[in-house]
């Protein structure tokens, strides 16, 4: 589907005319850095650290058959007990009595009545960082503009002490924030950096990448495809089972869950928060008001449900509540329900 609709301005030959619709997203190539430099893998000497994937937390949680199982869970930058999927089965993980669990963050989330150590984090106001964006060409950096308050500290800063106390002398565990975005801004790894410098980010707060840079992918070397063009009719991925045109499968067509739970729902961001960031600041809660679900007007009759009406949502893996807001335009057997509505822990 993702296809299908990203391909529309080459197949009307929009892409030729100005704000037409041509979608290109600039963070992947924007945040092109030498991860080695930053990672440094080559201080594994060889190991190959095992990797679980996030969206299967709650299913690792509860593996007894997981060897080794998991013990220890050091959460930062994320709130894992409502940002994961089956959070039912995750909340279910984080009670294990032999997990210990660390989490970091600014706000006492969900998570945190599940931890047995939780480290105050700092805000972006107390530390410098570089940003890369999402949809244009232009880097930016915010200054600290505040020291740390209390004992909060910045993930750099948490990971250098932990390292000193675990005993790691390798320099790197002590570089500056400074250093480490310094390191970042390599032209030779990314052309889009070329003119970039830290002291130019510093002194105004923002610089172009060099958009023109000849050595930028696609730009003068075409599509990444055998014949450089964007590719409606594909054997790429006729070659992995996907067919070679541009189609629309539609989700569980012939399965027993379509059946058993028919509305599918979409879940949109609020328009108050981001993602799960600022959910417990109560001002921001207050202007989202209370969880909403909207429905259209057929799906509202069939099951006599009035605007208004508190819904219980669910299916085999969990539940959740909201309140109906009935919609005559929306399409039959969907429904929006906004992510990331939390208990506020207390």
């Given amino acids: 589907m993702t296809r299908t609709i ?3 301005p080459a197949i009307t030959g929009a892409w030729k005319y100005k704000e037409s619709g041509c979608f290109v997203g600039s963070i992947e190539e924007m945040w092109n850095v030498d991860l080695q430099k930053l990672q440094r893998p080559d201080l594994l000497d060889g190991k190959n650290p095992r990797s679980i994937n996030m969206v299967q937390i709650g299913k690792a949680l509860n593996d007894k058959k997981l060897d080794p199982p998991i013990k220890h869970l050091f959460v930062w930058n994320s709130d894992v007990a409502n940002c994961t999927p089956d959070s039912g089965q995750v909340r279910i993980g984080l009670q294990r009595k032999d997990l210990f669990t660390v989490v970091h963050d600014t706000f006492w989330t969900d998570s945190c009545m599940y931890a047995d150590v ?3 984090a700092d805000t972006q106001l107390e530390h ?3 940003h890369a964006p999402y949809g244009h060409y232009y880097f930016s950096l915010t200054q600290q503009a505040i020291k740390p308050l209390g004992e909060s500290k ?3 800063d948490l990971f250098r002490d932990l390292a000193k106390h675990m005993g790691y002398k390798e320099k790197c565990f002590k570089e500056t924030d400074e250093s480490m975005i310094k390191n970042m801004i390599d032209p030779k790894h990314n052309p889009l950096f070329k003119g970039v410098t830290y002291e130019k980010l510093k002194k105004n707060g923002w610089v172009k990448g060099d958009v023109d840079n000849p050595r930028r992918n696609y730009l003068k070397k075409g599509w990444p495809t055998k014949d450089k063009k964007i590719q409606i009719y ?3 991925t006729k070659k992995i089972g996907l067919g070679p045109y ?3 499968t539609e989700e569980f067509k012939k399965s027993e869950i379509k059946k058993k739970y028919p509305i599918q729902i979409l ?3 609020t328009h108050q928060f981001i993602g799960n960031s600022f959910v417990p600041v109560e001002r921001l809660r207050n202007m989202a008001s209370r969880p909403t679900i909207e429905i259209s007007t057929d799906d509202a009759k069939k099951r006599k449900i009035k605007d208004g009406d508190l819904c219980r949502v669910f299916n085999d893996v969990g539940e959740t509540y909201a309140h109906a807001i009935i919609k005559r335009f929306n399409a039959s057997r969907s429904s929006l ?3 990331t509505v939390q208990r506020i822990a207390g």
Wanted: hydrophobic share 30%; proline share 12%; aromatic share 8%.
């Fill in 6 to 8: 990203m391909l529309l």
């Fill in 118 to 120: 939780v480290l105050p």
């Fill in 128 to 130: 410098t960082d570089l």
């Fill in 154 to 156: 910045s993930n750099q």
């Fill in 234 to 236: 594909s054997e790429d």
């Fill in 246 to 248: 541009p189609s629309y």
């Fill in 267 to 269: 879940s949109p961001a």
């Fill in 337 to 339: 329900y906004t992510k």
